[in-house]
């Protein structure tokens, strides 16, 4: 099942467009011990938290959405990202929350705590989702916290599988053994940018 429960958070801004605004996706790992995503959704559904994403998945692949995609979570903080790819940040390109959709993976984010298949198909499969909600959303602006985060921020650690990520949002079957080399140019130069 994609969704497997809806904790919804009071952490959010409107979007002007709606479903229209989202462009890209911005990946985050927990940066808690925790495994579940139950614990994390609740912290999100707290006003006084002060943050939310749209969806918390657990390892076990285990999702909770916490913000409609028409909402704009608060999980990018001060950012800026080229989503046109045209080398200049314009003023649209500072609101990231509002041009995003925030996904959180439940992980200690210490570069020890593997990323279980489980979980990293259960990203894809919110995503191919995402994509077919969002007509603007583009998979070449699937990126990590760190990515688009001004404050030096290590979000996610250099051990998330990205390239399985994006076979599995390409490609739901089971990947080849060169994964990076099998995918196409664009989903490479995001798989770089997330592991840098």
């Given at each position: 099942m994609l969704i497997n429960r809806k904790l919804w958070?009071?952490?959010?801004?409107?979007?002007?467009?709606?479903?229209?605004?989202?462009?890209?996706?911005?990946?985050?790992?927990?940066a808690t011990s925790g495994k579940s995503a139950v614990s994390v959704a609740n912290y999100f559904a707290n006003p006084s938290a002060g943050v939310s994403a749209h969806f918390v998945i657990g390892e076990d692949g285990y999702t909770i959405q916490c913000v409609a995609l028409g909402r704009a979570a608060w999980h990018a903080g001060t950012a800026r990202y080229d989503f046109n790819r045209d080398g200049k940040i314009g003023a649209d390109e500072r609101a990231v929350n509002t041009h995003t959709i925030g996904i959180e993976l439940c992980?200690?984010?210490?570069?020890?705590?593997?990323?279980?298949?489980?979980?990293?198909?259960?990203?894809?499969?919110?995503?191919?989702?995402?994509?077919?909600?969002?007509?603007?959303?583009?998979?070449?602006?699937?990126?990590?916290?760190?990515?688009?985060?001004?404050?030096?921020?290590?979000?996610?650690?250099?051990?998330?599988p990205a390239a399985k990520l994006f076979w599995w949002i390409i490609h739901p079957p089971?990947?080849?053994?060169?994964?990076y080399a099998a995918l196409p140019k664009w989903a490479q130069r995001q798989v770089d940018e997330i592991k840098r």
């Open positions: 958070s009071p952490n959010w801004s409107n979007r002007p467009n709606g479903v229209r605004d989202v462009r890209g996706v911005i990946l985050h790992h927990t992980n200690k984010g210490d570069g020890k705590d593997d990323f279980p298949d489980a979980q990293v198909k259960a990203c894809a499969e919110v995503i191919r989702y995402c994509d077919r909600k969002c007509p603007n959303l583009q998979l070449r602006n699937v990126t990590d916290h760190e990515a688009v985060n001004l404050r030096g921020k290590i979000d996610l650690r250099p051990n998330f089971k990947p080849p053994s060169r994964i």
